[in-house]
């Protein structure tokens, strides 16, 4: 029987190993962190995310861990509403859905572990790849060599594997900083979950409820930001005079739980190449998305299923050439996809980095919202059918 290591427990990786020990291929799965526990993880699951989970039989799991569905967009300039839009945006279609990735990883990984031919290494890092012509496994930092007929790097933006197989990655032009800020809920968001895009005076930032309860806030760092962001102590004021009135004081009442931000450096790019022979790249490791409509989940889902369709065939017979020859076929499946959700992305902020550089523009979107809200309104729900349904059709055919 075929052996693949998977090398990193995020979405891509946890649900690629489900699929595949699912089908009886022997799956070993290696994650650096002892927990997931990290301080940021996408967690907006998109109408094509939650297709991909529904068609691996997953969707039963998001009932038993934190989630919530949004209820609306809406966008705030100068402390006026351009508009906003109610979900789900497509009639009759999924809403938007929050889910608390820790405890959904950590509930897939509890399902493999009832299949005999899954393990799960926890809080060991791969250190090296091992080559015999090809890939044929990992080296890990407590000293154990573990083989493999194929090689998955599912190991994020700074893949290791990525590093070791010696794949570029081509980064694109639009990378920039977040703060990542947590603080407490408050009775005023309660009866319904809105993301809400505020900009005022160049700043920039994003609000919602968490699928655990608690508000999530992520602040474009202004270039030009004028303090060391790591000595400002007034956060709660900075936000406020970027707000409309009653988020103000929401700010202003709950100052004091206000979380000390992490720096997120948000870097955008493409493999011209995601695989050498007996290794394969896949999610941010292969693309690493903008969090612009939370992309960089949902493409890592589709990239499980469309990466099971090639692999199981070849592994269950343990045809190692033929393995390596479709190792370029997912690539070229999955690609387009790619490009044109981060040139979707990139539309998206081009759009915010001019109202942002233009206080001129800034004041005529606001003061004129009342007669401009409609059309800016529909243009932007063309923009995001295909950030939202996905650009190729991904079916789950194994």
């Given at each position: 029987?075929a052996q693949?290591v ?10 690629l190993a ?12 290696i994650?650096?962190?002892r ?13 094509s995310?939650?297709d991909a989970?529904?068609q691996?039989e ?7 861990i ?5 209820d609306?967009w809406?966008?705030?300039?100068n402390k006026r ?6 979900e ?5 279609g999924k809403?938007c859905t ?6 959904f990883l950590?509930a897939l990984?509890d399902t493999?572990?009832?299949y005999p031919?899954?393990?799960f290494?926890?809080?060991t890092?791969?250190?090296d790849?091992l080559?015999?012509?090809?890939v ?6 407590d000293g154990?060599?573990l ?5 998955i790097g ?5 893949s290791?594997?990525?590093?070791r197989?010696n794949?570029?990655?081509e980064?694109q032009?639009h990378?920039?900083?977040i703060?990542?800020?947590k603080l407490a809920d ?8 809105v993301?809400?895009s505020?900009?005022c005076d160049?700043?920039a930032?994003?609000l ?8 999530h806030l992520g602040?474009t760092l202004?270039k030009n930001f004028?303090q060391?962001w790591q ?6 004021e ?9 988020l103000a ?5 709950f100052a004091?739980?206000?979380e000390?931000?992490v720096?997120?450096s948000v870097?955008?790019?493409r493999?011209p190449r995601w695989y ?10 292969a ?7 939370a992309?960089?989940?949902n ?5 499980a299923?469309a990466?099971a369709?090639?692999l199981?065939p ?5 045809a ?14 999955r ?5 044109k ?6 539309q998206?902020?081009a759009q915010?980095e ?10 005529g979107?606001?003061f004129?919202a009342?007669l401009?809200r409609?059309?800016?309104?529909l243009?932007w ?7 939202r ?6 079916k789950l055919?194994v």
């Amino acid at each position: 029987m075929a052996q693949v290591v998977i090398v990193g427990a995020g979405p891509a990786g946890v649900t690629l190993a489900l699929l595949l020990v699912k089908r009886g291929i022997r799956v070993k799965l290696i994650e650096a962190s002892r927990n997931w526990r990290r301080a940021f993880r996408g967690e907006g699951l998109m109408p094509s995310g939650l297709d991909a989970l529904e068609q691996m039989e997953l969707l039963p799991i998001l009932k038993r861990i934190p989630h919530q569905p949004l209820d609306a967009w809406e966008f705030i300039i100068n402390k006026r509403s351009l508009f906003r839009v109610d979900e789900p945006i497509e009639p009759g279609g999924k809403p938007c859905t929050l889910v608390s990735q820790p405890a959904f990883l950590e509930a897939l990984i509890d399902t493999a572990s009832h299949y005999p031919h899954f393990e799960f290494v926890q809080g060991t890092a791969v250190q090296d790849l091992l080559w015999n012509q090809r890939v044929v496994g990992v080296k890990l930092s407590d000293g154990r060599n573990l083989d493999a007929d194929l090689v998955i790097g599912t190991d994020g933006r700074n893949s290791i594997v990525r590093q070791r197989a010696n794949l570029s990655l081509e980064q694109q032009s639009h990378s920039f900083d977040i703060l990542w800020f947590k603080l407490a809920d408050s009775p005023h968001f309660k009866p319904e979950n809105v993301f809400y895009s505020i900009l005022c005076d160049r700043y920039a930032f994003g609000l919602f409820r968490s699928s655990e309860g608690n508000l999530h806030l992520g602040w474009t760092l202004p270039k030009n930001f004028p303090q060391d962001w790591q000595q400002v102590d007034n956060w709660a004021e900075i936000f406020a005079a970027a707000s409309p009135s009653w988020l103000a004081e929401h700010f202003r009442i709950f100052a004091a739980t206000i979380e000390r931000p992490v720096l997120l450096s948000v870097v955008v790019g493409r493999c011209p190449r995601w695989y050498q022979p007996g290794v394969l790249l896949l999610g941010d490791a292969a693309h690493p998305m903008s969090p612009i409509r939370a992309q960089g989940i949902n493409m890592a889902l589709r990239d499980a299923i469309a990466a099971a369709n090639h692999l199981v065939p070849c592994l269950s017979q343990d045809a190692t050439a033929d393995i390596d020859a479709v190792l370029p076929q997912i690539q070229s499946q999955r690609e387009p996809e790619i490009i044109k959700a981060q040139q979707l992305q990139s539309q998206e902020a081009a759009q915010a980095e001019l109202l942002e550089k233009s206080a001129l523009l800034r004041w005529g979107v606001s003061f004129l919202a009342p007669l401009i809200r409609t059309p800016v309104k529909l243009s932007w729900l063309h923009r995001q059918r295909e950030l939202r349904q996905g650009v190729t059709p991904i079916k789950l055919t194994v």
